[in-house]
């Protein structure tokens, strides 16, 4: 229960839910009563308007853009036949891999012992 102007309310009281349904019910029927009078007038292009037809520029800028996917294209399997490279260089005969082989008694070894 709420206190709404000095007075409480319940709003799952049958009075209170019937109120709510009035003012519902009273706001559709009042949208559905105001239309908008005015003919709405659909505007069908024709066919010489549809179509696009390029400029010299649009060709150009296009070929561009296709270059340039193909640049990419190339750069990308580039790229992935490198890190297949450098991953093969990673594995060892024995089976095992890292980024630096650690050999006991090697120039590592060595280095950290000093």
Known sequence: MRKLFNMKVCLTSPISIMIIVALLFSTI?????????EDVKEVIPSKEEVAWI?????????????TIIQNTQNDI????QDIVYILERLDYED????????????KI???RNQ
């Open 54 to 66: 390029p400029t010299d520029e649009d060709i150009a800028y296009q070929d561009s853009m296709f």
């Open 77 to 80: 399997t580039d790229i992935k």
């Open 29 to 37: 029927v009042i949208a559905s009563a105001v239309k908008n009078d």
């Open 95 to 106: 089976g095992n891999w890292d980024s630096i082989r650690y050999v006991k008694g090697g």
């Open 109 to 111: 070894d060595k280095q």
